[in-house]
């Protein structure tokens, strides 16, 4: 499919907005970064259970009560800023390969984004580049949990709390993907993805 079948540069007429999602709103944003702590939470309970029953959860006391402790917490802090930039590259990366347009990246005080604010994407582009972080991140941090699970505790909870951290942090995406399966079906759907901001354009009927 050309890039320019993926999107177009203005709304067709016969279009209405059925839904609009703004990131920066206080009430959207609150809940959905509780959701985001929520599952980093229970992430974290399960990779700490999962070591429990396996009996190696007794390395924790060594690790947190000597000086690796804070290098450890400054390895954590630069791994996680890292993954937010690459979460957002991976959203430009498919939108650029989709349309060829324009990307806008930003940080707001609710979360990091990335848009091609100037163009509608079709249903099928929308969900390609909404999901792909997940996608590509899931496919790597799996495998490494399953290798770290068996030769190290310690890399394995490090791990465990970055794959937490990113499952979380997709919870915004994950919802317009969920919108995308089970309300807006239509493949003539088109979204305007400012970044912090999607709008949602349906055919009228």
């Not at 347009?101 to 940080?107: D, Q, R, S, V, Y």
């Not at 937490?164 to 995406?173: E, M, T, Y």
């Amino acid at each position: 499919m050309k890039q320019e079948q993926n999107f177009e540069r203005e709304l067709p007429s016969g279009y209405r907005q059925a839904k609009y999602i703004n990131a920066k709103n206080a009430k959207f944003g609150l809940l959905f970064n509780l959701i985001a702590l929520l599952v980093f939470a229970l992430v974290m309970v399960v990779a700490v259970l999962l070591l429990r029953g396996k009996g190696d959860f007794s390395f924790a006391e060594d690790v947190f009560m000597n000086d690796y402790y804070f290098l450890a917490l400054l390895v954590f802090c630069i791994v996680m800023v890292g993954y937010v930039v690459l979460h957002e590259l991976v959203h430009g990366i498919a939108y650029k390969a989709l349309t060829g347009e324009k990307l806008t990246f930003g940080i707001s005080w609710s979360c990091a984004f990335c848009g091609v604010p100037h163009i509608y994407t079709y249903r099928r582009t929308a969900m390609i580049s909404v999901v792909a972080p997940f996608a590509v991140f899931t496919l790597l941090f799996l495998p490494l949990l399953i290798l770290f699970y068996f030769i190290s505790p310690m890399c394995f909870l490090f791990c465990a709390a970055i794959f937490g951290l990113h499952v979380g942090g997709c919870s915004g995406d994950l919802y317009v993907l969920a919108l995308f399966l089970f309300r807006f079906r239509d493949k003539r759907t088109l979204m305007r993805d400012t970044g912090p901001e999607q709008y949602f354009c349906v055919p009228q009927e």
